[in-house]
């Protein structure tokens, strides 16, 4: 059974000067238990909208959305019981509080009885590389710290669903690859992500499908395999030293190639035989670091969104 569905779901929003905007637009899809769906899409696509939707902070306009069963506008206790929400910034945290004081406090809101708070307090505090700072005070913690605090206040409930939007959002590398290593824990042991990231290398490293949103619509939804296999993307080949006329002529059999004054090539050839000649090429002119890498969840994305954000 899907953990999450979603059907024919739309949320307009009137603005201040008493313009609708369409913030989603019909949206329907399932999750499956221990699945990991990435939200992507441009700014204003109506990621956020949608995870405060799915976490009963808003109500939809028109649809329904179920999480575990329960609809999210006739069961929202229900749903909240099951599910955490992690959101990117500061909000949510009390500064003047103790990483340990803020996790208690909101264990304790979460209708966990003073017991099983404390105990769910440190726990998710070791989860989370937390222990050590539990009694210093949030206002004092790096972005990267605050997110772990977040996500630490996430998973006190031990939710069905974790809904986290640009979670990583702050975070150095390191904290990064931990938060990944989490989420893939977290994902072994059966809960439901549905994370927005606008990092398509996160999304792919990560989650076991994607939906492409853009203008409230759902464009795409399915695996980075899947996804791949709809649309014709080039491979993309690079090379460094490669002389002038060199880069001449592969441009000339590639279509979109470019090479900067070092000699740096970055090229997409259409198909397997323009591929073999630019090769061919560059090995003669005896170009260095000759590469060629398959498309992934990046190539996807432009073909799909096609820049949007430059083209407004
Ligand atoms: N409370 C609100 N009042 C008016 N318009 C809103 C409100 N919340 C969202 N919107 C509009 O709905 C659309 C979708 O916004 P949303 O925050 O869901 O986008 P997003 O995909 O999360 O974008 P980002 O990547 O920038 O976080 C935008 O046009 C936004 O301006
Ligand atoms: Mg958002």
Redesign the pocket.
Known sequence: MAVIEVQDLT?T???RRGRV????DHVGFQVERGEVLG?L????????????ILTTL?VPTSGTARVSGFDVVDRPREVRRRIGLVLGGDRGLYGRLTARQNLRYWAALQGLDARTARRRTEEVMELLGLDGRGDDRVETFSRGMVQRVHLARALLGEPDVLVM??PTNGMDPHAGAGFRELVRTLRGGGTTVVL?T?DMQEAQALCSRVAL?DH?RILRIGSTTELLAGIRTPRTLTAVGVPPETAARIAALAGSATTDAEGNLTARPADDESLSQALLLLAQARAESISVAAPGLAEVYRTVIENREFAL
């Open positions: 949320r929003f009137r603005t905007v369409t913030a989603l939200l899409g441009p700014n204003g696509a109506g990621k956020t909208t949608l995870s405060r808003l939007d640009e927005t606008h949103i409230g």
